[in-house]
């Protein structure tokens, strides 16, 4: 009991990082606590604010401007060699060397070599990379899938859509294709669902590709609410939950969304 009593007072006596704040003393940047006790000396050029525990600091090197990170303790985990750095999204954090661009993790390793011309933040366990033209994703351990054939990826919401000429399928978060590229968009603006536009008509699937609403709208978006859908048919609107439930039958010259403004 004393030796877990103990690991619980030592949890609640660590410094929690998102609550140091920056300070400046005669043109450097460092950090207190909300006691005023400086954790960091002010010694770098500029501080970012903390973000999931790691921080940017910036000096100049060599009349360069370069980059570095701070874990929660204070300490360098990097040396300055990024000319950009970012904050840690997930397992890793994008940065640049030159032009190109690369991921780090949270033991200030390069997971990921800085030979890519274009990154995504490590959203969802996943970043997506171009190289050369090509895209592709990166895992936490740094393993690439390039898809030749994609012009372009995107995750949002758990969810992977890929563009494949000029039309659109799923992607899984491990790589794997959900469905061929059959719409003329994806819409990712649910946690559970997707608005897809197929033929010209607008419906509801799943993450799985399974539809849910068949696509005969000409016009479909979110309401204000959380798993409602406005549609519009005949030149009227009407309301429709995310499993394809009618709330509201298309009989008004419009709706419009929820807002809190006054």
Known sequence: FFIFFILILSAFCQEDSESLDRILRD????????????????????????HNNFTVVRKNINDLTKRAYLNSD?????????????????????????NLWGYINKNGELVADCIFSRVSDFDYDV???????????????????????????????????YRKEKLYGLLSLDGSIVTEPIYQSINITSREVLIIKYNGKYGLIDEKGNTIVEPSYVRFYKSGTEGIFIFKENERYGLITKRGEILVSAKYQGISKRSEER
């Open 27 to 50: 043109g450097k940047w460092g950090f207190i606590n909300s006691s005023g006790k400086v954790i960091v000396q002010p010694e770098f050029d500029y501080a970012f604010p903390y």
């Open 74 to 98: 204070g300490e360098l985990i990097t040396d300055f060699q990024f000319d950009r750095a970012y904050h840690f999204y997930g397992k890793l954090a994008r940065v640049k060397i030159g």
């Open 127 to 161: 970043g997506v990379v171009k190289k050369d033209g090509i895209v592709g994703m990166i895992k936490a351990d740094g393993s690439l899938i390039e898809f030749p054939e994609f012009t372009s990826i995107r995750f949002y919401n758990g969810f992977g859509s």
